[in-house]
């Protein structure tokens, strides 16, 4: 029997496909600090548990295919006190932000067809679309340039009859780059010229640093072409609960995306009643998690400035930075240094960045860190990364 080439051809997760790795490295008796993987460690709000708990159901049942009302209406809220006109019939509750992007993926472009992608991306971007038989294009950012927004010419360079939409996130994963006005204006432009749809993931609005605001792609009135695709793992630190958001204004994308909403019935019940508690919170939550982050991203970066050779900028949002080292493969040394090297018996995991790449051979000498861990122990993790580089490069 053979198997079908979507499921030979889909990528293994470069972030999780060298965890023997740190296996090996836990066996030998070593402490693996993880910046490998975008898992905060700050606790779920009690909010989530205390409103389970309090509208807690006599039976778990199925709940309306794009979310419980209540929750539909309650994202509804948050989006428009964040100046982004969505209502609760724009909404589809979906199994993380994940569900969301194949939703969208899948409802804009037939097997074949192509979307441009602003490279380094989200990893699961490419699984995802190798899943539906959908080519992702990319166009290559440069950490050089901070990761900025490629000039536009880059885009029309690749621009077919085959090219239905264009995916992007901002703040992003895995840079830290957050996209300012007049690089968005750019990409709604180009989308509205060749009539293309825009995938926006939207998942670390609250997270910019620096006096960078985040701005919505809906701000530029695109109603029609644009999908957000929203998710409350990481602004909650509630990655487990499943949660995310399709959202459009389209009615004929949004009433298509709801058959496949009804096909696979519906998000997690249980999950739902909680993230109401979270939307319900006022800001004082977000605002002590953003000040937590920002000291997290200033250890990392003050470690990160002390290895020679390095090319990076300081990251603007989200809770990651991608550096460019100098390493001559960046996989084999994150895998070398776990096997190979620690300090008092201690060791670190980052993401080799090629995964996050089209390009075939892009982001060779590349990795994400994802500043995930308390800061100190941050410090600690980014002085081995540094080190490591050091000792790999004089073996």
Not at 2 to 12: D, F, G, K, P, T
Not at 213 to 231: C, L, N, P, Q, W
Not at 375 to 380: A, E, G, R
Request: aromatic share 10%; glycine share 6%; hydrophobic share 40%.
């Amino acid at each position: 029997m053979n198997l079908s080439e979507r499921a030979l051809n889909m990528q293994a997760s470069p972030i999780r496909k060298l965890i023997p790795y740190a296996e090996q490295a836990k066996k030998a008796g070593k402490k693996v600090l993880h910046l490998n993987i975008g898992q905060p460690d700050l606790e779920t709000p009690k909010a989530f548990f205390d409103y389970i708990e309090k509208n807690k159901p006599e039976v778990v049942a199925y709940t309306h295919s794009a979310g419980l009302i209540e929750l539909r209406e309650a994202f509804s809220a948050y989006y428009n006190k964040n100046n982004i006109p969505f209502t609760s019939e724009d909404i589809i509750v979906t199994n993380g932000g994940s569900e969301a992007i194949i939703f969208a993926l899948a409802a804009i472009a037939d097997p074949g067809d192509e979307v441009i992608v602003i490279e380094p991306f989200y990893a699961n971007y490419k699984g995802f679309s190798e899943m539906i038989n959908v080519k992702l294009v990319p166009v290559r950012a440069l950490p050089e340039t901070g990761y900025a927004v490629p000039p536009t010419e880059e885009f029309e360079k690749v621009v077919t009859n085959k090219t239905k939409g264009i995916i992007f996130s901002n703040p992003s994963n895995p840079t830290g780059a957050v996209y300012s006005e007049e690089e968005l204006k750019r990409i709604v432009d180009f989308a509205k010229k060749h009539d293309l749809f825009i995938i926006s993931d939207e998942v670390y609005r609250e997270f910019t640093f620096d006096g960078t605001k985040h701005i919505s792609t809906m701000a530029f009135g695109e109603y029609d072409r644009t999908i957000v695709v929203d998710s409350v793992s990481k602004r909650y630190s509630a990655c487990g609960a499943r949660i995310g958001v399709f959202a459009t204004k389209n009615k004929d994308l949004y009433n298509q995306v709801m058959k496949m909403a009804q096909s696979r019935l519906c998000p997690p019940a249980i999950a739902q009643i909680g993230t109401i508690g979270l939307l319900e919170m006022d800001d004082s939550y977000i605002e002590e998690v953003y000040k937590e982050y920002d000291k997290r991203r200033l250890s990392v970066y003050e470690e990160l400035s002390k290895i020679e050779g390095a090319v990076f900028e300081k990251p603007k949002g989200a809770f990651y930075v991608s550096v460019k080292l100098p390493v001559d493969d960046s996989e084999e040394f994150v895998k070398w240094v776990l096997t190979d090297f620690s300090i008092d018996n201690t060791t670190v995991m980052v993401a080799p960045l090629s995964g996050f790449y089209a390009t075939e051979g892009a982001g060779k000498q590349e990795i994400r860190i994802a500043y995930v861990l308390e800061s100190d122990k941050l410090k600690f993790a980014t002085h081995i990364l540094a080190e490591a580089v050091k000792a790999y490069n004089d073996r």
